[in-house]
């Protein structure tokens, strides 16, 4: 199975363990589930991970995320283009 997970339950996860978010890393950093991410996506999660009111070990969150990159899967996101111009009503 192919995922990607929102900033929240990364942070959720970490910060809860026992909870679902926190199995769902789990199963992320056991392979068993890919997580897809892009650099957009990491960026996001090293940004968020780093804030002081999570209280997290820079040295942690930094072995985290690249066990977590090595268990991703890199996409390229899709650029959306809306063809039809807006209403000029």
Known sequence: MRIVLDTNVIVSGL?????????????VLAGEVTLLVDDRILGEYRTVLRRRK??????DISDFLDLLEAES???VAAVRLN????DES
């Open 15 to 27: 910060l809860n363990p026992e909870g679902n978010p926190g199995r769902i890393v789990d199963l």
């Open 54 to 59: 999570f209280g997290f070990d820079p040295a």
């Open 73 to 75: 899967e890199r996409v």
């Open 83 to 86: 063809r039809k111009p807006p």
